[in-house]
C-alpha cells in the first residue's frame, strides 16, 4: 500500500521543513511514503474563504484517484491515541491500494472534499498552525509505524 500526504502550501519554517524531511525519511523505511505540496494561490485577497475553499479544492480532488482511500486531517475528525492511530494505520494499509491525508490550507476544506473523503481524523482540540500540523502528523505517523514493529521509540 502506497501512503500519501497532500498538503495545501509550502511549508516556509526552516525548523518545520527539517523536521518534516525528517520523519518522511524515516517513515519510508516502514512503507512507502510520498509527500505533495499543492501551491498556494495568488491573489487570494481577492477571493472570499469559501472561493478559496473550493478553488483549493478542485486543485485536491485533481490529485486523488477513484480507489484512494481519502482520510482529512480537520479539527472535528476522530481523536486518537498514539497506539489506536497505529492499529488503525495497520488495518488501513492492510484494506487499502493507496492511503491519502490531506491537510488543507487555512481555512480548511470545500464541501466537494468533504464529500470525497472517508474518514477525518483529529489531532488535537488544540489549534495548531498548519505548518506545525505538518509536522505533529509526520511524527505521530512515524509512531505509529514503530509501535506496529514493536520498536522502542513509543513508551506506554
Known sequence: MKTLLI???????????AGINDYCERISHYMPFDTLVIPELKNTRKLTEEQQK???GELILKQLQST???VLLD???????S??????LEHKRATSRRLVFIIGGPYGFSSAVYQR??????LSKLTFSHQMIRLVFTEQIYRACTIIKGEPYHHE
Not at 479539527?75 to 491515541?81: L, P, T
Request: aromatic share 6%; charged share 30%.
Open 7 to 17: 498538503m495545501v502550501g509550502k511549508t516556509v519554517n526552516k525548523h518545520f521543513v
Open 117 to 122: 473523503c472517508n474518514e477525518q481524523l483529529s
Open 68 to 70: 484512494d482511500m481519502v
Open 75 to 81: 479539527e472535528h475528525g476522530k481523536e486518537m491515541r
Open 54 to 56: 473550493v478553488a483549493e
Open 83 to 88: 497506539i489506536e492511530l497505529a492499529s488503525w
